[in-house]
C-alpha cells in the first residue's frame, strides 16, 4: 500500500496529522479481517494506538493484509487467528497481547455471525449454539479477559458491538437478535461493575452496513435501493460510520459515557420490511 492508499484509509478514518485521540493507547479489535472491525481498527492506528487484531479466519490473507495497513499507518500492530467462543484462544491471545503491548487500553468486540432467514420456532440447536457462542458468549469472554487486565491497571474501555435488531425484533433475524440483546444487557452489567476501576463499557447497534456480513441488503442495485428506502436518511451505512462511534467512545471524549447503546441506524427500525428488502417481495 502507498502512501497514496494511506491516506485514504486516514481520511476514512476521520483523522488529520494533528488528530491523534488514541496516542499511546493499545487496543484490541476482534473481527478485524473485514467489514466494521477491520474499519475500527484502521480508525484506531490513524487516531495513534497500537492495534492487536484479531479473527477466527487466517488463511484467506485478509488478516495479515489488515495488520500490513495498520502498520503503515504508524501502529505497532499484531494479528491473532482466534475463536473468541473458545476460553484457551482468548486467554491466549490476551495474553500475548498484554506481553507485547504492556497493557489494554481499549477492547472492540466485533466478531460475529449472523444465519438470516431463520425464524426461532425453526432454528436448529447447530445454528442456535453457533450464533449464541460467537455473538453472546465469545464477547463475553473477551470482557472478562481484557476486563481483569483493565482493573489491574486501573482503566479502560470497553466497545461491545450490539444491533439495531438487539433493540427492537428483525424479521428472519433469530437467535442474532437474541444475542445481540444479550450484550446490550451484558454491557450495562459490566459498566456498572467496572465504573470503580475507571473502565467504561458501551456499545454500538448498527443498522444495516455495507459490508460481506449483509450483502443481501445491497449486493444487487435493486436490492439495495429498497434497503435504502426503508432509512430515513436515504442511504445504508458504511464500515467507517461506525469506526467514527467506536473511536469517539474510545477516546478521552467520551470519558464520562458508561453503560450506554448508541444506534447507529440512520433513523431506520427494523420491521417485516426487512424480509421483504431481501426477497424482492
Known sequence: MGMRDCAAL???????????????????????????????????????????ICDIVGEDGLLDKTRTE????????????????????????TRQVRNAYGKIDILANCAGVWIPGQNLIECSDENWDKVIDTNLKGTYLCCRA??????????????????????TPGAGAGAYSISKAGIIMMTRQLALELAEYRIRVN??????????F?????????????????????????????????LFLASDDAGYITGQVLAINGGWAPSSSVRSAVSGQ
Not at 73 to 91: C, F, H, I, P, Q
Not at 146 to 167: E, F, R, T, Y
Request: aromatic share 4%.
Open 203 to 212: 456499545a454500538l447497534a448498527p443498522g444495516v452496513v455495507k459490508t460481506d
Open 10 to 52: 486516514m481520511s476514512r478514518s476521520g483523522r488529520n496529522m494533528e488528530n491523534q485521540k488514541l496516542k499511546g493507547k493499545s487496543a484490541v479489535v476482534t473481527g478485524a479481517r473485514r467489514g466494521i472491525g477491520r474499519a475500527i481498527a484502521i480508525a484506531y492506528a490513524a487516531a495513534g494506538a497500537d492495534v492487536a
Open 70 to 93: 495498520l502498520e503503515q499507518l504508524g501502529s505497532k500492530s499484531a494479528a491473532y487467528v482466534a475463536d473468541v467462543s473458545r476460553r484457551d484462544d482468548v486467554e491466549e491471545m
Open 214 to 246: 449483509n450483502a443481501a441488503f445491497w449486493k444487487e442495485p435493486a436490492a439495495e435501493k429498497k434497503s435504502a428506502a426503508m432509512v430515513p436518511l436515504g442511504r445504508l451505512a458504511v464500515p467507517e460510520d461506525i469506526a467514527s462511534a467506536a
Open 146 to 167: 481484557a476486563g481483569k487486565v483493565m482493573v489491574a491497571q486501573g482503566s479502560g474501555s470497553i466497545i461491545n458491538m450490539s444491533s439495531q435488531v438487539g433493540l
